[in-house]
């Protein structure tokens, strides 16, 4: 089966950089994606890794090592906005995503 | 602009009550999925559909059902063996290796 890891709440302030982490297991490994969801919204896709390495996005940043299992969101010069849920997703077979249980972040002025 | 809707927005069940959700989409996408989100829960897969005429259970199927007549279209209907229904419930699609596009989501009650 597949199961996600991520921490369930981070805090930073703004202008800040916050990292969040997520560790998967899976049994067929097609590429972890990340999406962020605000409040009462639908998610909206942020980055995908297939491969080992940094993908850069604007202030956003996603890290992925196969070896470890283990990817990570960048986010940089935080603002207000991007107070929001973000999700860590693992592509299994039949391209069907499994989500983690999400970590909310909170940006403080 | 394409996209998915989902409809209705808010939807209301009465107990033994059997209710469709409406999924659209006009990107032309293959793949289409249902995801079920509790409050401060992940998103978990009901039933999705690589092609027409074709979909496979996900992880908590039991109590649902859908249908996949057209591409552009997968309705879920909650049935009243579905115990515990309400939730948010999130319909998506794919064109295939990544980047899902979401509906709005249909918020449902049980009363």
């Known amino acids: 089966g597949q199961s996600l890891e991520q921490p369930s709440e981070v805090t930073a302030v703004e202008g800040a950089i916050v990292q969040i982490n997520c560790t998967y297991q899976t049994s067929g490994f097609y590429g972890l994606s990340w999406y962020q969801q605000h409040d009462g919204g639908a998610p909206t896709f942020l980055s995908y890794?297939?491969?080992?390495g940094l993908e850069e996005t604007g202030r956003f940043s996603s890290f992925l090592s196969r070896s470890d299992s283990y990817g990570y969101l960048l986010l940089q010069e935080l603002q207000m906005k991007d107070s929001a849920s973000y999700f860590c997703a693992v592509r299994g077979p039949g391209g069907k995503l499994i989500f983690g249980q999400g970590t909310e972040l909170s940006v403080k002025p | 602009d394409g996209g998915i809707t989902q409809s209705p927005k808010y939807l209301f069940r009465k107990e033994g009550q059997n209710v469709t959700l409406s999924c659209e989409q006009n990107l032309n996408h293959d793949a289409m999925y249902w995801y079920r989100q509790d409050p401060g829960q992940g998103l978990r897969l009901i039933y999705y559909s690589q092609i027409v005429n074709d979909f496979q259970k996900g992880d908590i199927a039991e109590g649902y059902s859908v249908s996949r007549e057209k591409k552009e279209s997968f309705p879920l209907t909650v049935t009243s063996a579905q115990k515990n229904p309400t939730a948010f419930y999130l319909c998506a699609s794919t064109p295939g290796r990544y980047g899902y596009t979401f509906g709005s989501g249909t918020r449902l009650t049980v009363v």
């Open positions: 890794n297939a491969l080992d």
